[in-house]
């Protein structure tokens, strides 16, 4: 006999004998048939027992999925229901130019973003991003680790933006920087590593927002592919 735990809570009886096929229920209290049927008493001795034999696996309804964007949704839809966006510095006065498309890129599907990043008239950057949630709420990461990104970009310097509750300025973020590199790669960016922007408040994991590849600070060509983002 093996007990799992399903998400809503209930024991799952998987009974098998080599005269019966295996069968299932849902409640712990009315019990499949075996050869010898098991009284409540032996069900409870059982359940008391699983800590230490091991054969339990139980499942939190409380742990947020990994899993952020995927690409499997039509563009620019994400897996996790939100859209991505393109923004640039012109919403602030600036000049910079960029776009952003869903394509194949070094045969793997992905969101690009290419232009050109100008200084011009106090702008200077170009932003794809992404809310963590499909309504724009905040999200609890905080028994997380990081951020899991794949990337193929052009092997110039890029940042990853993080916003919270705490964030209220266009200007504010938590960030850390990465080289695109220019073969498909897989980047972890620990929580630990992001450093608040012009902002006092410690990044606060329990109410994250929003996420943003950046190309900023700097005049120079962007183009910059990701293939999957997702919690770790």
């Not at 019990?31 to 069900?43: F, Q, V, W």
Request: aromatic residues 8%; charged residues 20%; glycine residues 8%.
């Amino acid at each position: 006999m093996q007990i799992d735990q399903d998400l809503r809570g209930f024991a799952l009886i998987y009974v098998i004998s080599p005269h019966h096929e295996p069968c299932y229920n849902g409640e712990v209290d009315r019990l499949c048939k075996a050869t010898k049927p098991m009284t409540r008493r032996d069900i409870l001795a059982l359940l008391m027992a699983i800590p230490a034999t091991g054969i339990l696996r139980s499942h939190s309804l409380a742990a947020p999925t990994r899993i952020i964007d995927d690409l499997n949704q039509p563009a620019p839809q994400a897996s996790n229901g939100a859209s991505w966006e393109l923004i640039a510095d012109r919403v602030m006065g600036g000049v910079s130019q960029g776009t952003m498309h869903r394509e194949v890129v070094e045969g793997k599907t992905a969101i690009r973003m290419q232009g050109e990043v100008s200084l011009e008239n106090n702008g200077g950057f170009l932003q794809i991003a992404l809310n963590l949630s499909a309504h724009g709420n905040t999200i609890d990461a905080s028994n997380l680790q990081g951020i899991e990104i794949d990337i193929l970009g052009n092997g110039e310097e890029y940042n990853l933006h993080l916003r919270t509750n705490d964030v209220r300025r266009p200007w504010q973020s938590y960030r850390q920087s990465f080289i695109a590199p220019k073969k498909w790669s897989t980047a972890r960016f620990s929580f630990a590593d992001f450093s608040p922007y012009r902002i006092d408040a410690p990044l606060d994991l329990t109410t994250l927002r929003r996420i943003g590849i950046v190309a900023i600070g700097r005049a120079f060509s962007a183009d910059i592919a990701i293939g999957g983002v997702r919690f770790y």
